[in-house]
């Protein structure tokens, strides 16, 4: 997967929008984020789940989804996007988007 195709994907969720965050874009719902791309560097992005959630993909995917550091504990995921199939990034974007949207 390349970052043009999950920007597309996040963008692609209703009423999402693209900013910036500490130097990188990022994908917000409600003016909340959901997701980011380029972090912590070229070939990455960020999916906003529950802990729950995060277990789930990264048991499921595991070359795809990993929990970071100390943001991992509260859900914060790392998709690695060579090793991405385009079915499981759109479905954690879409939880990741339910998230935000909901609250």
């Known amino acids: 997967m390349t970052a043009a195709e999950f920007r597309g994907m996040a963008l692609g969720l209703p ?3 693209e900013a910036a965050h500490m130097g990188h874009p990022d994908f917000r719902v409600g003016g909340k984020i959901f997701a980011t ?3 912590p560097k070229a070939g990455f992005a960020m999916v906003q789940l529950t ?7 990264v048991r499921t995917e595991p ?3 990993v929990p970071p550091g100390g943001w991992g504990r509260k ?9 991405a199939r385009k079915a499981a990034v759109r479905e954690a974007l879409s939880v ?3 998230n935000r949207a909901t609250k």
Do not use: N
């Open 96 to 98: 990741a988007w339910r």
């Open 51 to 57: 802990p729950e959630q995060q277990e789930l993909f």
């Open 37 to 39: 791309l380029g972090y």
């Open 15 to 17: 009423d999402a929008i």
């Open 75 to 83: 859900g914060s995921t790392h998709v690695i996007l060579r090793a």
């Open 63 to 65: 070359k795809t989804f």
